[in-house]
Each structure stands twice: as C-alpha cells, then as structure tokens.
C-alpha cells in the first residue's frame, strides 16, 4: 500500500475532505422542507443528469487535453458552488440550478479520477494495483462520510442550513490539496491531443469495442431503478418505524459497510472470474430489490446495504476488465463517453422514479423492478459472456 500512497497522497487526502459531505444523511429532509415534493425532488435531480449529459464528454476530452488534475480541481470547485445555490433556495428553479452544477461537477471528475490513478500507478509499472486503490480511497473516504453521517443529522437538528455550510468549508480544503497532484505522464512529448479526433475515438470505442458496449448494455437494466430507492429511502425508513435521529446513524453504518467493501471487494478478483462475480452481482441484485418492496424494517435496512456493495463490487470488476481495452491518451475521453451515454439515459429517470414512488404502492413497484432486472441484465449476460 506504501507504493501508490506515497504517490497519490494528495488524491487521498483531497478525497477525504471531500467526504465529509454533512448534508448527505438529511438532503431529501431539507429540500421537503423547503417546500419540494417527492416528486419536485425526482425533477431537481434530473438536472444533475441534465448536466452531465452536456458537459460529461466535453470534460473528458477537456481532462486528457489540459490535464486530469485540473479537471478534478474544477469539479471540486463546481460541488462547492453548487451547494452554495442550493443552501440559499426556496425555489424548484434554483435548486435545479444547484443540480446542474452537481452534474457539471460529476463530469469533470468521473472519467479525469480514474484515468489519474490508472496511468499514475501505469507509469511506476503498479497498475495492476488499480482496483486496490480505488478500493483504498472508498475505505478513506467512507471514514469521512461516517463521520458527516453521524454529525449531519446533529447538526440538521441544530440549524437546517448548518450541514451545508460545513460541507462547502471541507470541499475548500479538498481543493487545497488536490493542488499538490502530481500529473502523470499520458502523452508523448509534444504530442497534441486533437479535440475532434478524441471525440470520434472515445464515442467509436465504447460502442465498437465488445467488452465496452457489453459491460454498458449490462449496466443499464441492472441499476436503471435504484433512484426509486435513493430519493425516497429516507421518509421510506421513516414511515417504516426508523427515528429520524437515527437516519445519521444509518448513513454512517451504510458507510461502514461501503468503507468494508473497499478493503474485502477488490480481493474478490483473486478469486473468482469475471463472468463468476458479474452473474452473482444480478442475481442478488435481483433479490435485494424483492426485499426492500416488504414492509419489515430490519430487512429492508440490511439489504439497502447490500445494494451498495452490490454497485460497489460492479465499479471494481468494471475498472478491473475495462483499462485493458483504452489507450492512455483517450482514457479519460472513453470513460466520460461511456458515462454520457449512462447518463443520456438516465436524464428523465430521477423523475420518473419519484414519480411511480409517489404514485404506485412500493410493496408491488419493487419486486415488479426487481423481475425486470433479472430477465433483461441477465438476457444480456449470457448472450455476451463470452466477452468477460
């Protein structure tokens, strides 16, 4: 561990900085009590998409142009601008605003984090150490987020807009260190990332090459409806029985877990093969959302973790297959393309989920998802396994 963290030290503890997000555990509370629906909510959040479906590949091009360092900079930047918007709202409007700034923040560092800590760890012959770090920084920055899950809900209690306010001032010290990146080395000396030419290349590679467009038709029905979960599990819990002083407390423990996941997930490459943890990985996904459509609260609540290492296992055999497959100077393009696909996509599905949530009963909208996601991702499975 010694090796890549002497290396990446200011990634680390940028990214622990930016954990700390207070506002995490009450967010959905927040914005309800500023006056938005279940359903206003799902349409904020499509901001987020909205963003990202604009600015996901012309960041990704933007990263391998000028540099991954300052793409994560920026997009540190556009967090904190965006919950400064949103902690002075009392409109749909603004905080769809705010959204679009998330999404525009979520573009600048999807694809510039990982293609860093790819050639950053490919330059010093240690990338076969890629998921062990991606791994590592989940485990850091799940301590991070355990400690805002427990003081977020605290603080909510005290002042509404107090867990905001904390959150930006920590995002602040995030950017300090992100400044002492060290850039990789991912282009020839002199060479000139053509603009036009890494658009056609990254688009052509995500839906030409097999592997790519495999993992990506896969990862469509398998996590399509986990917004219906997301935006609503809050007053789900709640009106299940959970307190909500103890919703900080459940975030932190779904951080505990998320922090376990990045040490014991990535050991699971060594012993299992892709196709092994990829057909695992949909057939309990399929029954971790027949679960949460019951009305038992203790089951609900442990296979709303599940959920979370399920789609944290999916990001380490994903990051383990796809690197492979890229070349260094359009790393960052393929996998912002790649996610702005996802997110063409995804754009309505915030508002969509909010909507069958606050409309259908969750006892039949959930198994109901839960069947389509067995038939469709494990339809596609098995007609491309040969790929994995």
Do not use: C
């Amino acid at each position: 561990m010694r090796k890549y963290l002497s290396l990446l030290w200011p990634l680390y503890a940028g990214e622990f900085f930016r954990s700390l997000s207070f506002f995490v555990p009450i967010w959905i509370l927040f914005f309800q009590a500023r006056g938005l629906s279940l359903a206003e909510i799902g349409f904020v959040a499509t901001g987020t998409y909205l963003a990202s479906v604009l600015l996901e590949y012309p960041s990704g091009i933007f990263a391998d142009k000028y540099g991954r360092k300052l793409s994560i900079i920026s997009s540190i930047f556009l967090s904190a601008v965006a919950l400064i918007i949103e902690v002075t709202a009392y409109s749909t409007t603004q905080f769809f605003i705010g959204a679009l700034f998330i999404g525009a923040s979520f573009a600048f560092s999807s694809g510039a984090r990982e293609a860093l800590i790819y050639d950053s760890l490919k330059e010093k012959k240690l990338e076969k150490f890629n998921s062990k770090v991606l791994g590592s920084l989940d485990t850091l920055g799940a301590v991070g987020g355990i400690l805002a899950s427990l003081l977020g809900s605290i603080f909510f209690t005290l002042n509404n807009i107090l867990p905001y306010w904390l959150t930006i001032t920590a995002y602040g010290l995030g950017l300090f260190f992100f400044i002492f990146i060290r850039e990789p080395k991912y282009k020839n000396n002199g060479e000139v990332i053509d603009t036009l030419k890494n658009f056609k290349e990254g688009l052509k590679l995500v839906w030409k090459n097999p592997v790519l467009k495999s993992l990506l038709l896969i990862y469509i029905p398998l996590f399509f409806f986990e917004e219906a979960w997301y935006n609503a599990q809050q007053p789900i819990l709640v009106g299940l029985g959970l307190p909500i002083l103890f919703l900080g407390t459940y975030q932190a423990a779904k951080t505990i877990f998320f922090a376990i996941g990045g040490v014991t997930l990535p050991k699971l490459l060594d012993k299992f093969s892709h196709k092994t943890l990829l057909l695992s990985i949909i057939i309990i996904e399929f029954l971790v959302w027949i679960i949460l459509g019951m009305n038992n609260l203790y089951a609900v609540i442990i296979f709303a973790y599940i959920l979370i290492l399920l789609h944290q296992l999916w990001n380490y055999v994903d990051a383990d297959i796809i690197h492979d497959h890229i070349s260094s100077h359009v790393r960052a393009t393929t996998l912002s393309a790649r996610q702005m696909l996802i997110s063409l996509i995804w754009i309505f599905n915030p508002w969509v989920m909010g909507y069958l949530v606050n409309t259908f009963n969750r006892n039949i909208l959930f198994p109901i998802f839960g069947f389509i996601i067995l038939i469709a991702a494990l339809s596609i499975f098995l007609s491309r396994k040969r790929y994995f």
